[in-house]
């Protein structure tokens, strides 16, 4: 699986990886959706293992976000929770009649029984 560099705007970040799936889809959200900047990616405690990935549009960036960009695409994450999201890998999965973003970091251990919530190891 190939993936592609999202560089931080600041050195002291890993950044994020994205899967060439992940970026086509991101790339046609943005056709669609023309007043977007970018994606805000979060994680909300929720679920039966504690935590879950969110996204939503971008129409424009907070101060208490950091942006990863490259290939005309942006992602932001929130700086409270840069250490449980830097690093992060994205991937699109379609299969069958499930089409849906997948997320991969470090820290993420046990997801629950459907895959919906996951849990963060202790760092």
Known sequence: ?????????????????????ALNKILKIYKKKK????????IKKTGCAGFKYTMKYCEKKKKSEISFSNYNISIFLPKKKIKLLDGLIIDFINKNF??????????????????ESFN???T
């Open 1 to 21: 699986m190939k993936k592609y560099f999202l560089k931080p705007e600041k050195k002291k970040f890993i950044g994020i990886f994205i899967t060439s799936k």
């Open 35 to 42: 007043n977007i900047i970018g994606i805000k990616i979060n």
């Open 98 to 115: 499930h089409k849906n973003f997948e997320f991969y970091h470090k820290n993420s251990k046990k997801k629950c029984g459907c895959g």
């Open 120 to 122: 963060i190891k202790k």
